[in-house]
């Protein structure tokens, strides 16, 4: 129980990260549509600053939608399923959604390495990309825990949510 | 094992996950990895996962997706769905099944500021349902009608499905847009002459409301010009190239956001927990098209969908009934699957078929949104009729099911009409062209 709580606890962080971020995304898009058609300046770099935000944005709110079930999944064959064999599935489909998001997240460590070491920065926005690969590391084992979590509850006989 | 096999085990291992309720996104990526890792190298395939992940999530040109749902909560807060009914309610409330008619318009209006099924069923049916049940209307009727009209969300534009469709076929989605709204509103039509004729035919199922005055009226009706200001400026400005879909977006939502605070519906609380809303259903879709992409580079290794479409191209069938067969496979799959999971999932399959066979995508576009449609209401995976269920618990799931049925057939007739009839969907984006 104590990991699940620490899990949602970082999600809802991490989620109200992305919420600030989808905000920001939609205040400069139009500032930029403003400066762009209004005043002839649009801003410098807004595409791939958006690029970026949504990253973060999308990353970080992906653990909540998985606390919240938001995930599109076929229900209808599983819930017909006693609750032993149930149980059995949510920790089968719990360890792999932990390797997937394990991997994810340290795959994109060693992909963040690489841009730092390339020196690869955005052309217009002229910032680097490397921070972006980090954060989508840290993003994707806050859903890792997600699924560490829910391995937790299926062995200790507990019920899915929602 | 050839790669040809590799990638058959590889939808069966999809299957199976599906059927064990891992989320499908995470399942296309998971096999998608695995596939890619069995054919290559795990080194290869795991750098590629990292690498197709960050690309999507970062890709500006599916930050217009966000934006649109961002724009159609903000347009729920701001009560637009309230004055649209509203305005139907007081225009043809009196008539027979006018409040299930009103519900269908309202559904049509809201679809055009959200791009989603459950979210205009839901916010209709939250205002809808207990009117109807005021009035004694059968509450087969009302809830199927509601459920049926949400479907409208994914065809009037913005449209989610239309923009995952875009995406997944570089297909521009100003003209997709446009091509949604002459079948959207032939659709609209046809769903309330079901009602009304269901009604004619059994009056004790829709009693009458009583008619309002022409005033009332007037004031109900101009109280809803908000929704087609924002409607022009949004699908507007893409007809005419003004801005990107992510700036039509994004101007959309802003737009909502002023109308809700200049109605006093949102605070800042609120504006949080509509964004926070937003971006869980963003989340779930772009999920989806990542997982789809390291799924779509495992088949493309295994050359399946070039063999797909070879096939199919060879059957002997003339493109009519190729193309039939494919509707056909979607309104299947429609019963098992989420429209958007069924889109990611089965466009870059049956799109190069498309392509092949010289249809025009944009049309295409629409038939699939269309097929989609009947997805969200058929069981037993009928997300729009659940959406009812949840605001409605007393009525049994069989009976919204049972609801929803009679409004299949203006679906199968629309489907029939812009086959016949591609002009339907394609005269109106040849406009901008």
């Given amino acids: 129980m104590a990991l699940r709580r620490f899990a949602r606890r970082a999600a809802h962080i991490t989620e109200t990260v992305g919420v600030y971020a989808v905000l920001f995304i939609m205040v400069l898009t139009v500032i930029d549509v403003i400066g762009a058609k209004v005043f002839v300046r649009p801003v410098r770099g807004s595409t791939e600053l958006v690029g970026f935000a949504q990253l973060v944005a999308i990353a970080g709110g992906m653990a909540m939608a998985c606390f919240a079930g938001r995930h599109v999944a076929l229900e209808f064959v599983v819930e017909r399923l006693p609750q032993g064999v149930q149980r059995v599935v949510q920790g089968f489909v719990a360890v792999l959604g932990l390797l997937l998001f394990g991997l994810l997240s340290w795959q994109s460590y060693l992909y963040g390495k690489v841009l730092a070491a390339s020196g690869q920065i955005a052309s217009t926005a002229r910032i680097p990309f490397y921070p972006f690969a980090y954060a989508l590391a840290v993003l994707s084992a806050v859903t890792a825990l997600f699924f560490a979590a829910d391995l937790g509850r299926a062995l200790a006989g507990e019920r899915q949510e929602p | 094992m050839t790669p040809v096999e590799v990638g058959l085990m590889g939808i069966a291992a999809l299957l199976i996950l599906f059927l064990l309720r891992m989320p499908v996104a995470f399942s296309l990526a998971l096999i998608g990895f695995l596939g890619f890792a069995h054919l290559t190298s795990f080194q290869a395939a795991a750098s590629l996962l990292a690498r197709d992940f960050f690309s999507q999530l970062s890709s500006y040109g599916l930050t217009a997706i966000t934006m649109f749902v961002l724009m159609g909560s903000y347009g729920l807060m701001a009560g637009m769905g309230e004055r649209l009914y509203t305005a139907a309610h007081r225009f043809v409330g009196s008539m027979p099944g006018g409040l299930s008619v009103a519900t269908v318009l309202a559904c049509a209006g809201f679809a055009s500021i959200s791009g989603s099924t459950t979210a205009t069923a839901a916010t209709m049916g939250k205002i809808a349902l207990p009117e109807m049940r005021r009035y004694g209307y059968n509450l087969t009727l009302a809830s199927g009608s509601v459920a049926a009209?949400?479907?409208?969300?994914?065809?009037?534009?913005?449209?989610?499905?239309?923009?995952?469709?875009?995406?997944?076929?570089?297909?521009?989605?100003?003209?997709?847009?446009?091509?949604?709204?002459?079948?959207?509103?032939?659709?609209?039509?046809?769903?309330?002459?079901?009602?009304?004729?269901?009604?004619?035919?059994?009056?004790?199922?829709?009693?009458?409301?009583?008619?309002?005055?022409?005033?009332?009226?007037?004031?109900?009706?101009?109280?809803?010009?908000?929704?087609?200001?924002?409607?022009?400026?949004?699908?507007?400005?893409?007809?005419?190239?003004?801005?990107?879909?992510?700036?039509?977006?994004?101007?959309?939502?802003?737009?909502?956001?002023?109308?809700?605070?200049?109605?006093?519906?949102?605070?800042?609380?609120?504006?949080?927990?509509?964004?926070?809303?937003?971006?869980?259903?963003?989340?779930?879709?772009?999920?989806?098209?990542?997982?789809?992409?390291?799924?779509?580079?495992?088949?493309?290794?295994?050359?399946?969908?070039?063999?797909?479409?070879?096939?199919?191209?060879?059957?002997?069938?003339?493109?009519?009934?190729?193309?039939?067969?494919?509707?056909?496979?979607?309104?299947?799959?429609?019963?098992?699957?989420?429209?958007?999971?069924?889109?990611?999932?089965?466009?870059?399959?049956?799109?190069?078929?498309?392509?092949?066979?010289?249809?025009?995508?944009?049309?295409?576009?629409?038939?699939?949104?269309?097929?989609?449609?009947?997805?969200?209401?058929?069981?037993?995976?009928?997300?729009?009729?659940?959406?009812?269920?949840?605001?409605?618990?007393?009525?049994?799931?069989?009976?919204?099911?049972?609801?929803?049925?009679?409004?299949?057939?203006?679906?199968?007739?629309?489907?029939?009409?812009?086959?016949?009839?591609?002009?339907?969907?394609?005269w109106l984006p040849s406009l901008g062209r």
């Fill in chain 2, 149 to 426: 009209a949400g479907t409208l969300g994914i065809l009037i534009p913005p449209s989610t499905v239309f923009l995952v469709y875009a995406f997944l076929t570089q297909q521009p989605i100003g003209a997709l847009f446009t091509a949604g709204i002459v079948p959207g509103l032939l659709l609209t039509a046809m769903f309330a002459a079901t009602v009304y004729l269901l009604s004619r035919w059994r009056p004790e199922l829709a009693p009458p409301a009583d008619p309002a005055p022409w005033g009332e009226r007037l004031r109900a009706a101009a109280a809803a010009w908000q929704v087609i200001a924002l409607f022009l400026l949004v699908v507007g400005g893409l007809f005419f190239g003004w801005y990107s879909p992510t700036q039509a977006g994004a101007i959309g939502a802003f737009g909502a956001l002023l109308v809700g605070l200049f109605n006093r519906r949102i605070t800042w609380p609120m504006l949080i927990e509509g964004t926070r809303d937003a971006l869980r259903t963003s989340v779930m879709i772009l999920a989806l098209i990542a997982g789809a992409s390291v799924f779509g580079r495992f088949m493309a290794v295994t050359r399946i969908p070039f063999l797909i479409a070879g096939w199919v191209e060879g059957l002997p069938l003339p493109p009519s009934g190729i193309l039939l067969v494919m509707v056909l496979i979607l309104f299947v799959g429609g019963f098992f699957m989420d429209a958007m999971a069924l889109v990611t999932l089965l466009v870059p399959v049956l799109f190069p078929v498309v392509e092949r066979l010289g249809f025009d995508p944009i049309w295409f576009g629409v038939l699939i949104v269309l097929t989609a449609e009947m997805g969200v209401i058929t069981p037993p995976v009928g997300v729009n009729v659940y959406v009812i269920k949840n605001i409605a618990p007393d009525i049994a799931l069989g009976d919204v099911f049972r609801g929803v049925m009679p409004f299949l057939v203006p679906l199968f007739l629309t489907v029939f009409l812009l086959m016949v009839f591609p002009q339907l969907a394609l």
